[in-house]
């Protein structure tokens, strides 16, 4: 993410979903529907991100369907990816 206050690639919201189209990459097949599971972990399936929404669109609700629950899911999968990185790091 080029923003680091930027949170809505973390998820699959209905705007996503809406307007993605059919493909595929090094992670296999994505479009509507596939993301959470072609990047699991990285994107979680979420209704709106309200007013939490760093890009919001004309499908933006006034409370965020995010909960503490999704919220700590995709703290711990970032946790995970850091620890990657500084293992990495320290190994070179």
């Known amino acids: 993410m080029s923003d680091k206050n930027a949170i809505k690639g ?3 919201c209905d705007r996503c979903r809406k307007v993605c189209r059919d493909g595929e990459d090094e992670y296999g097949v994505y479009g ?3 993301c959470p ?3 699991s972990g990285r994107k979680t399936r ?3 991100l309200g007013p939490l929404c760093d890009s919001p669109c004309e499908l ?3 409370k965020t369907d995010l909960t ?3 919220a700590i899911g ?3 999968y970032l946790v995970v990816e850091l620890n990657k990185i500084l293992i990495t790091e320290k190994s070179v």
Request: proline residues 10%.
């Open 10 to 12: 973390l998820f699959v």
């Open 32 to 34: 509507p529907g596939k």
């Open 37 to 39: 599971e072609a990047y």
């Open 46 to 48: 979420l209704g709106c």
């Open 60 to 62: 933006q609700k006034e």
């Open 68 to 70: 503490p629950e999704i």
């Open 74 to 76: 995709v703290i711990k």
